[in-house]
Each structure stands twice: as structure tokens, then as C-alpha cells.
């Protein structure tokens, strides 16, 4: 499952096709990966959860090996829609959610605009209580047209550097490598520059508005050296969902399912016990 991380099914939504799989049975967890990620980051955290859960992993729309529909925007808002939507199509009644970086908020606006059911939610050095959005960020959107047309090459310069700075512990060239697949190219460089794009606040604003109101039983897990989100984001949204549980992993960045994969299987294994 770690050699060659590819999802073995295609599932038609309304904002395109996605990627996606089902591993081991028992229990059903949902995991939604993050910017500028895509479910790789799950690969070393998978096995572990599959020898007692059934998880469901998928790419979401625009990312990894998912295709967003012509004139589609890979919005907070359609990824929450999407994840509605394959829910339906699992059959899932009462699933475990698990969502990092913008999947955090994904997860949270599923559950809380969409009526998503979840037994237990974990927001992983989640973008949800806004502003998230980082500097780099913020200067692609408010000069995307100059991204979209530098040449392929600077650009690939320009994104190598910025996932290496994701984690703490040092990328392997080949894992590096992966997470740089899907952004290969001028039709990768595009679909980088489209999801930032669409990324905004306003997504996850109507869900923070209803934080308070939450009763799943929630865990905020956060990198201890997270350089993109540091862990005061994470404070702030443990402190903000009734009865929420915040653990600080040590030694690991933003990327944290890459820098501690043992750490966060454990801590989900633990939360969804």
C-alpha cells in the first residue's frame, strides 16, 4: 500500500470524478487530506488504521488523481459538497471524519452546513478559523495570472522549496517526488494555481459561526513545528468546540500524517476507540 500510492476507484460526482479507495473493514473513518497534498499523505497511516477500520480515502477534487469539471472552482465549499456526496455513495451513516490543513475545514463544513453525520471529527493542523491562508498563499492569489504564465520550470522551482518546508523532518527526493506529481507540467502548474485560487475564508466562516454549538466529540492534533499553521491556530480552535481535546505532537511539522505517521494513527486510533 506504500510502494505505489494509487486509488483503485472512480467515482462520479457533480464537480468532476474522483479518486478514491476503501481499506480494511470494521468501523468506517473518512480521511480528507489538505493542500498541497493529496492522499499520499496517508499512505503510512492507512495500514495502521485499516486493521480495525474500514477507511475511506479519496483525492479530493483537483487534486492527486481527481478531475474537477470545466468551470468548477475546487472550492472549501464543493470539497464539502463532494464529501456529502460520497458519503451517499458509501452507504456511510455514522462514519468517523478526519480532515487536515484545508480538509479540516472541509470536514467541519460537511458536518455542520451539510448535515454530514459523524461519530467522532479529528482537524489536523486544520484551516478552519480563519485567517489561515499564508502569506505565499496570499501572494499567488492576488497575482495568480503572473503564476499561470511563468515557465513550467520556475514554477516547479518555486513549489519544490515550499513542500519541503511542510515538514520537519527532511523529504526523501523520491517521496518528494510524489507529492510534486500531480502539480507536474503547464496542466499541473494550472490546477495548483486554480486550487489556490478558490481557497478562501468565507468557505469555512458559516461552519466557525456554529463551533459552538458542536457536540461530536472532537481531537485538534497539531505539529509541534508547524511553520505554516503553528500550534496557537490550534489552541484557538480546540478552545472554540465544546469539550474538544488538543494534542501537540513533538517533532513534526505542518505535513504531520508525513513527519509522524506511528504518532497519528495512535492518537486517532486512541480518539476513535
Do not use: C, K
Amino acid at each position: 500500500m506504500t510502494a505505489a500510492w494509487r486509488l483503485p476507484d472512480r467515482i462520479r460526482v457533480a464537480g468532476g470524478e474522483v479518486a478514491a479507495g476503501v481499506f480494511g473493514d470494521g468501523p468506517p473513518v473518512v480521511l480528507v487530506h489538505g493542500t498541497p497534498a493529496w492522499s499520499y499523505l496517508w499512505r503510512r497511516v492507512v495500514p495502521l488504521l485499516a486493521r480495525t477500520h474500514a477507511v475511506h480515502v479519496w483525492d479530493m477534487l483537483g487534486f492527486g488523481d481527481s478531475r474537477v469539471a470545466s468551470g468548477v472552482a475546487p472550492s472549501i465549499a464543493r470539497q464539502a459538497a463532494t464529501l456529502a456526496e460520497l458519503v451517499d455513495h458509501w452507504g456511510l451513516t455514522a462514519s468517523h471524519l478526519v480532515g487536515h490543513d484545508i480538509g479540516g475545514g472541509v470536514v467541519v463544513r460537511a458536518h455542520l452546513v451539510h448535515g454530514v453525520p459523524a461519530r467522532r471529527l479529528a482537524l489536523l493542523d486544520a484551516a478552519v478559523i480563519g485567517p489561515w491562508n499564508t502569506p505565499f498563499t496570499e501572494h499567488m492569489q492576488r497575482h495568480s495570472t503572473a503564476y499561470r504564465t511563468m515557465p513550467t520550470h520556475v514554477f516547479a522551482d518555486i513549489i519544490r522549496p515550499r513542500l519541503r518546508s511542510a515538514v520537519h523532518r527532511p523529504l526523501p527526493s523520491d517521496v518528494l517526488e510524489e507529492y510534486l506529481r500531480p502539480w507536474a507540467g503547464r496542466a499541473g502548474q494550472e490546477r495548483w494555481v486554480d486550487q489556490v485560487v478558490a481557497v478562501r475564508h468565507a468557505d469555512t466562516a458559516e461552519a466557525v459561526a456554529r463551533l459552538d454549538r458542536m457536540r461530536t466529540p472532537t481531537l485538534v492534533l497539531w505539529g509541534e513545528r508547524d511553520a505554516w499553521l503553528t500550534p496557537d491556530v490550534g489552541r484557538r480552535l480546540a478552545a472554540a468546540i465544546p469539550g474538544a481535546r488538543l494534542h501537540v505532537v513533538p517533532e513534526a511539522g505542518h505535513f504531520l500524517p508525513e513527519d509522524a505517521p506511528d504518532a497519528v494513527a495512535a492518537a486517532l486510533l486512541r480518539h476513535l476507540a
